[in-house]
């Protein structure tokens, strides 16, 4: 069925395919000078009235023959194809080393004829900039302008001005943190000139599996001032070191209190009901604790170094620097290692991937292991995927897995392989599945004498320069998965005699993707070269997700038995379930945080262009306070401290203590306040600041309050269903709350700030 529904999608881009060759001979004859002039002439068609589709032949002709005169490629038929896929909004999944970066010019060319601004996201900054760099030239040639958003040092800032012009080029290159960071920061600025960002229009995202699934998990977070130290880290990493077995449950890394366990913890903190307001801190420690005792693991997903707790990136098994997780999780397992906790920071804004990239009006991607997750990618963005025949056939042997009883023969039997093609030199790269894995072997072959090459560097530019070379006469190098993806290995004639390159896959991955990619280092444009895996019951992923009866085998060197190499197989799918299924948990928690942001950046942007009547805005908003002030039926006691808090500093002897009275004194104060605002000519920028003031500071007390709500909301029941139901119900609750505080901080804001006159005519609001 896929392979039908994707011949019949083939089909259609290949009717486009054929129009565009139909331009080709035209643009071929064409002077530069008449070339460049294209795209005056694109744009014009478009202003007047012309779709995008209906360019797309000449335009997409226009940039090929230019890439050729720039560069010197020329986008082969397939490479046109994948990039009318993309400008269709599709996802094209193309081999590694089909030029996936020439591909993406053309529609982004097209779609820069709007004027709108497009975007090309890769997964890392080096990338990003390379890509930039090469491709620019082109697009530069063709009278385009095209930005960089990421900086070569990535510690280096940019100021407003800098930034501006990035995102106003016709194209920009940048990475999907670097992006969604800037647009976080972009919905913070309290003056429109400080925006430095456009509306989203088209995006094209390169490596995209790994920018939309791998990155699916971690929202983007903006990390504001520090949290008051809290006191209950030790005294809940004690009780969690007090539990048993039968205490608690865990399932798809996630860990709860059974209901014994809640018994012993109500018992041990002497509190009746765990489950009120009144411990909802509590219950928030006990949380991250349980998890820092039975999910994080000394090692693996973290390691101690100078008295500090560095994160591991999972697949590269790096360090990560500067990063905490989130919510009192890193303050947890700092105890649990009887460390100090480091103080906390709250969030100030954040957002996740998904509901990012969902805000453009037309996203599209590229990739070479995609087309396996394509029905999550449809059911979250959206987007289908297409296979793009390869530009030559694939030469690659991809040879069966073996399988081994242990590590020792995993390793020997890989080593074996190494050792007989490094005899006739030919180059081999060898893909492990973690990082203690590639030490193991760089020994070994150090005792070997075999010189090698490890990519354990911090640098993925180095990272890249090391794999570029990979292809060459004799070259031995040892990288995990992901390390310089993106980066092409070229072969010489030498190397393509004696069968290209042989990639050796150490281990079942996390993902059948991560495979594809080791795969696929060899065998680029048709090239031979030669792949296989081995695998064990040693490897991390079959150990913790296959099946125990697995166990029993431990002790038969190769393993053969098709059922029991099925069931070990079995396990990276389990694991790929439990990946995809906590996927969806974040994006099911999403949705309510993604409409309460969408909510108030609308009310942002409409402040920072001044599109609201505030007149009515204060007539409602004062009219509400005072309404909701009464219904407490409050003494005069009350009525003079709210005066003093939401109206003016002084009380009036001739006051009627009534609601109409003070409603009418609010209602003149404000109009007498604007009166002298308008005289100055200051009324709108006065109101702005102070009630975005009042927006902000409440808007960022709840994306604290939902990052800690959906931390500890885990430890309430057990079904899955009921915890997003009541997290979406608590999430709704906070929100309506939230927006009464906003309310009346703005009446506070406006009704008390005042002036202060400042050199050369500027002023700053006094905010009370
Ligand atoms: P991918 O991202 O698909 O793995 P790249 O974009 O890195 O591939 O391109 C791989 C190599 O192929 C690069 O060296 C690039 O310059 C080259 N290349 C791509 N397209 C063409 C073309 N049409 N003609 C000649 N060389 C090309
Ligand atoms: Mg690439």
């Not at 281990?507 to 064990?536: C, H, I, W, Y």
Request: proline share 2%.
């Amino acid at each position: 069925m896929a392979s039908l529904l994707n011949k019949l999608s083939l089909r259609q881009l290949n009717k486009v395919l054929k129009k565009v060759n139909s331009y080709s001979d035209k643009m071929k004859a064409m002077s530069d000078e008449t070339l460049k002039h294209q795209t005056v002439l694109f744009k014009r068609r478009y202003m007047k009235g012309e779709s995008l589709d209906h360019l797309l032949p000449e335009a997409f002709a226009t940039i090929r023959e230019a890439s050729r005169r720039v560069l010197g490629m020329y986008a082969y038929d397939v490479q046109v194809l994948a990039g009318i896929a993309l400008h269709k909004g599709k996802i094209a999944e193309m081999k590694t080393g089909e030029g996936k970066t020439l591909v993406a010019t053309m529609p982004l060319y097209l779609n820069a004829i709007t004027g709108k601004g497009v975007i090309l996201i890769t997964s890392n900054g080096y990338l990003a900039r390379r890509d930039a760099l090469e491709m620019g030239q082109v697009y530069k040639w063709l009278g385009l302008t095209v930005g960089i958003g990421v900086k070569e040092d990535a510690k280096e800032s940019m100021d407003t001005d800098e930034k501006k012009k990035i995102y106003h080029s016709d194209i920009v290159y940048t990475t999907h943190s670097a992006l969604t960071f800037d647009y976080l920061l972009d919905n913070l600025c309290i003056n429109k000139e400080d925006k430095c960002m456009r509306d989203f229009y088209f995006v094209v995202i390169d490596e995209v599996d790994s920018v939309l699934l791998d990155a699916a998990n971690m929202p983007l977070v903006i990390s504001g001032a520090p949290r008051v130290q809290s006191n209950l880290y030790k005294s809940t990493d004690y009780f969690v070191g007090t539990l048993e077995e039968g205490d608690y449950e865990e399932e798809d890394r996630q860990v709860w209190l059974t209901p014994r366990g809640i018994t012993k913890a109500e018992q041990f903190f002497g509190v009746n009901n765990l489950y009120t307001k009144d411990y909802y801190e509590v219950l928030r420690h006990i949380n991250v604790a349980l998890k820092a005792h039975f999910l994080f693991k000394r090692d693996e997903q973290y390691v101690v170094k100078d008295n500090k707790i560095m994160l591991l990136d999972k697949s590269s098994g790096r360090m990560v620097e500067n990063t905490k997780l989130k919510c009192g999780q890193h303050q947890a397992i700092e105890v649990k290692e009887g460390l100090n906790p480091s103080s906390e920071t709250r969030a100030m804004a954040s957002i996740t991937y998904q509901a990012f990239f969902n805000m453009f009006e037309k996203k599209s991607g590229m990739s070479g292991s995609v087309i396996e997750d394509r029905k999550e990618i449809k059911a979250v963005y959206d987007i289908d995927v297409v296979e793009i025949p390869t530009h030559i056939p694939i030469a690659r042997i991809d040879l069966k897995d073996s399988y081994y009883g242990s590590f020792e023969e995993q390793f020997e039997a890989s080593m074996k392989w190494l050792i007989r093609a490094h005899e006739k030199k030919q180059p081999v790269l060898v893909v492990t599945s973690s990082i203690e894995m590639s030490y193991i072997y760089s020994r070994v072959l150090l005792n070997h004498h075999i010189a090698h090459n490890v990519l354990n560097a911090y640098n993925v530019a180095k990272e890249a320069e090391i794999i570029k070379n990979a292809g060459q006469l004799g070259a031995v190098t040892i990288a995990t998965a992901i390390a310089g993806r993106g980066t092409d290995i070229k072969l010489s004639d030498e190397v393509k005699q004696l069968g290209g390159l042989l990639v050796l896959g150490i281990g079942r991955m996390e993902n059948q993707r991560l495979e594809k990619q080791a795969r696929g280092r060899a065998g680029r444009q048709g090239d031979p070269g030669t792949s296989k895996f081995f695998v064990s019951l040693d490897d991390e992923i079959i150990k913790e997700y296959g099946a125990p009866s697995l166990k029993s085998y431990k002790n038969v060197k190769e393993i053969t038995k098709k059922h029991i190499t099925k069931m070990m197989d079995q396990a990276q799918k389990n694991y790929e379930i439990s990946a995809y299924r906590s996927r969806n948990r974040t994006l099911e928690f999403d949705s309510s945080t993604s409409a309460q942001r969408t909510i108030i950046y609308t009310l942002r942007n409409r402040l920072l262009n001044d599109e609201i009547d505030y007149d009515e805005l204060m007539n409602f908003i004062i009219k509400e306070n005072i309404e909701d002030f009464f219904i407490a039926d409050p003494t005069k006691d009350e009525m003079q401290r709210f005066i003093l808090s939401h109206i003016e500093y002084h009380i009036d002897d001739t006051l009627s203590y009534k609601k109409e009275g003070l409603l009418q004194l609010a209602k003149e104060r404000f109009l007498s306040k604007k009166k002298e605002l308008e005289e100055s000519n200051r009324y709108n920028q006065f109101m702005r600041i102070a009630i975005l003031n009042a927006l902000d500071n409440a808007w960022i007390e709840q994306v604290d309050y939902l990052e800690q709500l959906r931390a500890t909301i885990g430890l309430r029941r057990y079904s899955q269903k009921n915890i997003i139901f009541e997290y979406h119900q608590e999430a709704y609750r906070a929100f309506e709350k939230m927006m009464d505080h906003a309310k009346k901080n703005i009446m506070k804001n406006v009704m008390l700030s005042s002036i202060v006159e400042e050199e050369k005519g500027t002023f700053t609001v006094m905010l009370p």
